[in-house]
């Protein structure tokens, strides 16, 4: 062990710490609140609905003190406990060409990871979930969805493993910079096919029928002056009775998708002001930000991996004794976000703003009560808390927690002439 060593496992335990005071924080404060519905909710909100809420709310906060744990531990096992050299000599007696063992290393450490998170991801779909009334899924679709999943890790990932560690071989010390233009139009190229490539193979999405309702749909994007791949519903009631409603896709493929079970919840005025609120994020251009910042995260990093991967004292320092370009790219991608988490709040704090000009253009292009009523009902129907730790949710939330949305709301409303 060098110094690197020690560096990672203070950052881990820091970070573990840190995690665990900030869910203890979350959990005194919703089991503290539980009783009493929020005045700015109380005629909206039942409080058996507010009790599910907080119930729902402090059971995740159990599952997820598990995951952080467990999820330490495979870090350590990977890093520290050698299970990365013990993957790497294997693949180094299969008698594949070195760029191929690269490849196999890579991918074979994340769908190990990947099969090492079904454990807690059963116990949250058909324990968690079916507790509270959430999941709808079966077994057999579970274990579609990944195969499915795995079978796409393998497509998508296969190629894009085998083109990073040819460039990271071939290109020299400013291989980097290639990389990372081969990240980033990757990431576009997933982004852009996702509506009709990605997204069909786990729901069905289906032209919405309901003909005043596209009409005002229409009208809504006329006003605002944006053009879509059209609008569609998806079938997400066949695993999930959680409701939302999103934007995918690039260009011309820019598909509108409401969840089959938020239609089934929302009035039309609701739809069209949740729908605002999305059109609020492209009026904005909140994606090209993400996708900016997302760019200089990712060059970054690149950037640092292309420093890591030629010091001495790295590899040895999380538990590996070869050097090569797969297991600097592994090692980078296992252990950078130890540190990230630290950064989280940054993050957060943006997307949060994001959100509340959203909302403004929303209660400007529809009306602000209009949106208030169905952030209520959201907010009520897939059992989230009114009453988040403060603290907890500026760390962790990318959504402002609903008092402060619906304040936010009413101050706008207040403003609007008569």
Not at 65 to 78: D, P, Q, S
Not at 159 to 171: D, F, K, Q, S
Not at 347 to 371: I, N, V
């Amino acid at each position: 062990m060098n110094i690197l060593s020690y560096s990672f496992l203070t950052a881990l335990g820091l970070g573990l710490l840190l995690q665990y005071w900030l869910l203890g924080r979350h959990q005194r404060h919703v089991a503290a609140h539980r009783s009493q519905v929020p005045p700015a909710f109380a005629a909206s909100v039942p409080p058996e609905a507010h009790f599910k809420a907080a119930d729902y709310t402090l059971a995740k906060i159990r599952m997820v003190r598990v995951g952080l744990v467990f999820e330490a531990l495979v870090l350590l096992g990977w890093t520290l406990g050698g299970g990365l050299a013990l993957v790497d000599g294997l693949w180094q007696q299969a008698g594949l060409a070195p760029l191929w063992v690269g490849v196999a290393l890579v991918i074979s450490v994340f769908v190990v990871s990947a099969l090492l998170d079904v454990p807690l991801s059963l116990w949250s779909v058909f324990v968690l979930e079916s507790r509270f009334g959430f999941n709808r899924t079966t077994p057999g679709r579970y274990l579609v969805d990944l195969l499915l999943q795995l079978l796409l890790m393998l497509v998508l990932g296969v190629p894009l493993v085998w083109a990073l560690l040819w460039i990271m071989g071939e290109l020299g010390p400013l291989w980097w910079t290639a990389a990372w233009g081969l990240w980033m139009a990757f990431t576009l190229l997933v982004t852009w096919a996702y509506p009709t490539l990605i997204a069909p193979l786990f729901n069905r999405f289906t032209p919405l029928r309901d003909r005043p309702l596209r009409e005002r749909i229409e009208g809504l994007l006329g006003r605002c002056g944006f053009r879509s791949g059209g609008v569609f519903v998806m079938d997400g009631s066949r695993r999930s009775s959680h409701g939302n409603a999103y934007f995918s896709g690039l260009g011309t493929k820019k598909q509108i998708v409401f969840f089959d079970t938020l239609l089934d919840t929302l009035e039309p005025d609701e739809v069209e002001a949740v729908l605002a609120h999305e059109l609020g994020h492209f009026r904005y251009r909140h994606l090209l930000k993400r996708l900016a910042s997302m760019g200089l995260l990712s060059l970054a990093g690149l950037a640092l991996l292309g420093w890591l991967a030629e010091q001495p004292w790295f590899y040895p320092g999380l538990g590996v004794t070869r050097e090569s370009d797969a297991l600097a790219l592994v090692l980078f991608l296992l252990v950078s976000p130890v540190v990230l988490q630290f950064f989280t709040p940054l993050g957060s704090l943006l997307s949060r703003r994001h959100e509340l000009q959203a909302d403004t253009y929303a209660a400007a292009q529809t009306r602000a009560e209009w949106l208030i009523s169905a952030l209520v009902k959201l907010y009520r129907d897939n059992a989230s808390t009114l009453t988040p730790d403060p603290l907890y949710s500026a760390f962790h939330d990318s959504h402002p927690p609903a008092p402060v949305r619906v304040a936010h709301l009413s101050a706008v409303m207040r403003r609007r002439p008569n």
